[in-house]
């Protein structure tokens, strides 16, 4: 029978430590953003936001991306978030008009984010389809677009990539936050 994990579990401490290597990686990986793009900033008066990390490679050449590495520690992260922290959110914690905040909150968040993915995407393949009827096939790591702000414009494969992990995540939670509430008395499903 499947039941709730619990602190004594053997399998609690693993989704633990993975949390854990999973905050590691997000936080070096912010680190070195930040340190890149203020080095690039100080120098050319300008960045393209998550183009350094897209083009780093950890660790080794042609390995994986500092990007991929951020996308995967925060979906896995976040999984092993839901599974260890059940008790914070089990039973009567969260209930009536919070937890209805809490659910639109979620569903907005998903929302907005899945438009993002579209959109990033949607423009992504028209760079490159662009490139290609030109005669150029171009170097996708590198393409961006100046939206927001066109002083500091963003990686297409970055942007894509955080957008999609944010999607997953706020739909998870929300999918979470729809399911019958977890007995704190029974630990048994």
Known sequence: MNHHLEKSDAGYRVYLYIFYICGFIMAASLIFGVYITMIEWMENGTYVMGEAIQNTFIPFENFSRVSTWIFFSTIIGWYCVSRIGWRRTAGNKIIGMRMALLQLMLL???????????????VLNAAITAGMINGNVPNIDMLSIAYPDSDRPWNLVFATKVFLAAFI?????????????????????
């Open 108 to 122: 907005g968040f998903a929302i907005i984010t899945l438009y993002e993915v579209l959109y990033n995407f949607t």
């Open 169 to 189: 995540i706020s739909a998870h939670a929300f999918y979470l936050s729809t399911k019958p509430r977890k007995s704190l008395e029974d630990p048994q499903e």
